[in-house]
């Protein structure tokens, strides 16, 4: 009996998922560093250690902190069990963040891919739920006062915050509800919606016909066999020991167990959410929770279906001009930022200047302002001095608000001290 045309084509997909053939400049190293590939390991390490952990852990608000120290103190490699899972899902963070990046500088997110593009924010929204649903399944200190200050976070969205901070934390407050929530989502439905994702990436990569390279026009062709499984199968290898190495060495972290009656001073979201703590800090919650974010990933939604005849797939930075517009982005970003963050702590006071002003307009509207007009005036800059497209100026936009934030975390989680004090 003949396969339909639908039939072929997921028996291609189930069978293997590179070609016979690939393009001889898709596979350099240097054009995507193999961080899609690093990001589906890690992945799949992550699924393996979890299962394992699983025969250990207890899910509940007496047994969690116990069954970890149990783990790590009477079970043979327990320890190094816990580590590889700890490192490799903070590990997964980053990568996936810089594919995203990759993906977007390489303009990689144009015409037949920018459904796949959808599917990767997707896939980031993914990974970070994961990797915070997972942070508070050891109970302790550290984990627990970081994902009440993030469930607290939701309560100031408009209208559902407080429900939806509720839903999620199954009540008023993080409790033993919470834990079994985001054990399961952690361990059963989050996996699930990861693997669902990650099968659709990669075949609509294959569909659009792998890698986007900057000379279309170049279409030396190599054997997938042994020119890109050989590099794979190094970067695998060569990754999986960095990573047994480094969970010998450094432990991950846990503190004592988990005191709803002692808050740790200061009390900080986990690393990769301090950008939005320090953002409270500067902001009403308001906008900094639900506007501004809203606003960001609205755009990051818009960006591929943007037309323009100078979008140059598989290009770096789009053009030369769009590589120095980019510098220039990231120079002004880190200058701007920080300044904003000074004098936010030590200068700009508009709520003691007008007391009688609504929070929203003194908190949230004047900042607003003041991070917008400085930044519209660096566009026009841009536009005057290298002439920059439309393209370029996307480029630059998402540069800056990255840098931007990026420079807020590193604030947010190494220069704030007791009182979330600048400096102290």
């Known amino acids: 009996m003949s396969e339909t045309g639908s039939q072929k084509a997921i028996t291609k997909f189930l069978l293997h998922l590179h070609p016979t053939k690939v393009n001889a400049q898709a596979i350099k190293y240097s054009r995507t560093f193999g961080l899609g590939g690093i990001a589906a390991l890690l992945f799949v390490l992550l699924f393996i250690t979890g299962m394992l952990l699983r025969f250990a852990y207890v899910p ?16 043979l490699f327990g320890q190094l069990l816990r580590n590889m899972h700890y490192w490799c899902g903070m590990l997964l963070v980053i990568v996936s963040f810089l594919h995203v990046i990759r993906v977007f500088y390489s303009q990689s997110i144009y015409f037949e891919r920018r459904k796949n593009w959808l599917y990767g924010l997707g896939l980031m929204f993914l990974v ?10 050891p109970w302790d200190q550290l984990a627990y006062w970081a994902v009440t200050i993030m469930t607290n976070m939701l309560s100031y969205i408009p209208l559902i915050g407080d429900s939806l901070a509720n839903l999620v934390r199954g009540g008023t407050e993080v409790n033993e509800g919470t834990l079994l929530r985001f054990y ?22 294959r569909k659009a016909k792998g890698v986007t390279v900057a000379d279309s026009s170049k279409k030396e062709m190599v054997k997938t066999h042994p020119e890109l499984v050989y590099k794979e199968v190094v970067v695998a290898l060569s990754l999986i020991l960095i990573l047994i190495v480094f969970s010998m060495v450094i432990d991950a972290p846990l503190l004592e167990k988990a005191n709803p009656l002692v808050s740790p001073n200061p009390s900080k979201a986990p690393w990769y959410f301090m950008g939005f703590q320090e953002l409270l800090l500067h902001m009403h919650p308001g906008f900094g929770i639900f ?24 290009v770096w930075f789009n053009s030369l001009n769009g590589k120095r517009i980019t510098l220039w982005s990231i120079a002004f970003s880190i200058i701007f930022t920080f300044s904003i963050i000074i004098a936010n702590e030590y200068f700009l006071k508009f709520q003691e200047w007008m007391p009688n002003w609504h929070v929203l307009i ?16 660096f ?46």
Do not use: C
């Not at 970070?128 to 399944?137: E, K, P, Q, V």
């Open 60 to 75: 509940s608000e007496k047994g969690a902190y116990d069954s970890i120290i149990y783990l790590q103190e009477n079970i």
């Open 128 to 137: 970070i739920a994961s990797n915070f649903t997972g942070y508070l399944l």
């Open 184 to 205: 399961h989502f952690h361990t059963g439905l989050l996996p699930l919606l990861m693997v669902f994702f990650m099968s659709i990436h990669f075949w609509l990569v």
């Open 291 to 314: 506007i501004v974010p809203v606003l960001v990933t609205a755009f990051l939604i818009y960006i591929p279906f943007i037309k323009g005849t100078e979008i140059h797939v598989g």
């Open 362 to 377: 003194t908190t949230g509207l004047f900042p607003l302002i003041i991070y917008t007009i400085p930044t519209y005036g």
């Open 379 to 424: 566009i026009l800059f841009l536009t005057k001095k290298f002439k920059a497209t439309k393209i370029e100026l996307i480029i630059s936009l998402i540069t800056l608000l990255l840098t931007a934030y990026i420079v807020m975390t590193i604030v947010g989680s190494l220069m704030r001290g007791e009182g979330m004090v600048l400096f102290s």
